[in-house]
């Protein structure tokens, strides 16, 4: 196989790959919906790389722009998939913005946002002073409520760390209050 092929069938492999994390992130929107916004954002997506490409820019780089972009896009059209996606990029760029596309999310009822939410609020369980980006007061009660509300929505580590929290000694009224929270709780109310 010449060099040439060796690199279009890693470009290749790399798009499918990315794809099909797109698509994992399009929860839900209607199937023929995502896959039309994926693959459009995907075509913008290679052309850009393919100019990245020849001004020698590597292809891992090329490949996370293309993805980011793909995910700021679904993300700016509402997917709580792509918004807790792209939060999490945000996170690890130590990026202000990684809590507001995280509270989008988890406002749309995503349970591994809420989770995280319920992570940065238990005193605990996070060093928000590593994190200084993130401006949170720690909060055993809203904790409490994100958790159960991630357990409402499926996600299964929730059950585990709320009842940790209640373990490690939080008090009854915090619990009273989580519980009446989650139960009141409506969209559009994140911190």
Known sequence: ?????????????SWLALLALLLQACGPLSGVAAV??????????????????RRNRPTSAVVEEAAEKALRYLASKGD????????????ERHDAQALDWICRAANQRYPKAQLMLGHWFEESRLELDSWPFISISPDNSRAY??????EYGGERMARFFREDLVRSGLAPEAIVSGE????KWQSGWCL
């Open 145 to 150: 409520m994100w958790y159960r509300l991630a």
């Open 1 to 13: 196989m010449h060099k040439r092929s060796q690199i279009s069938v890693l470009l290749s492999a």
């Open 180 to 183: 009446e929270m989650a139960k």
């Open 80 to 91: 709580p998939g792509a918004e807790y996606r792209l939060g999490i990029l945000l996170i």
């Open 36 to 53: 039309g916004q994926v693959v459009n954002a995907a075509g913008t997506a290679a052309q850009e790389s393919a100019e990245e490409r």
